[in-house]
């Protein structure tokens, strides 16, 4: 989130956005120091990203080949996510600032 001018109206916006986005991860990020995995429902809808990569482009980043996204449209859409917080290999999962994605195989490249 970068915001200029306060008085911009889309200012609001983009705040409410931002604030929607961190609380959720803030919530997965407090279930997880809890010990608590996303449940399977969860996962289930959640975006499935095939031959991944964990990039950095001054924070860490998942890209890969992404089907079943909310924006993203198409099966295998070549994608960069929001910064990454969490991989948990154990589960096959990872949590960007924007959402959860299933793993599939790791990027041999």
Known sequence: MFIENLKDPEAA?????????????????????AGNYPSNDTLA??????DYLVIKRGIAALSGDVSGHPIIPGNDA???????????????AARTLSRWYRLGDRASR
């Open 45 to 50: 809808k959640a975006p499935f990203l095939n």
């Open 78 to 92: 070549p994608m960069v996510s929001s910064p990454l917080f969490v991989v948990l290999k154990d589960i096959g």
């Open 13 to 33: 916006e983009l705040l409410s956005s931002d604030i929607e986005k961190l609380q959720g991860l803030l919530d997965d990020l407090k279930a997880l120091r």
